[in-house]
């Protein structure tokens, strides 16, 4: 998912939505969510997603997280440590690794923002 870069009302909705749809459609079943949030963990929105009970933030759950800068680059070297890309798991899952995958191609990006991985286990 991607949410509104501009909007915050948008953002703040978008959060309450996408709750609301995987409970309709994931029930109790095992659920992950990943995607562009345009805001930090202390946006919210996120904090919506991350204490709702549903769904927590691997990068939370593993001891070890790899993060040297942000996950957003702008097709430039990032500055700052923003993390705006996350990979959310509900309870069945363990997650063992996470981290910001900050490869460049001879000096170029493939993306505006840098991968975020995580590795995670279904219990």
Known sequence: MHYDHQGVIA???????????????????P???T?????GRDSEWYQRIATSGVLSDTHSKVKFPYANNSSSNGFRTPRGQTVIDHI???KQFTATRWGILTDTYFGKFPSDHFPVLAEVELK
């Open 11 to 29: 953002r703040k909705e978008s959060s309450k939505l996408i709750l609301k749809k995987i409970a309709e459609i994931a029930g109790t079943a």
């Open 31 to 33: 659920a992950l969510l």
């Open 35 to 39: 995607g562009d949030l345009n805001g």
């Open 88 to 90: 959310f798991m509900s």
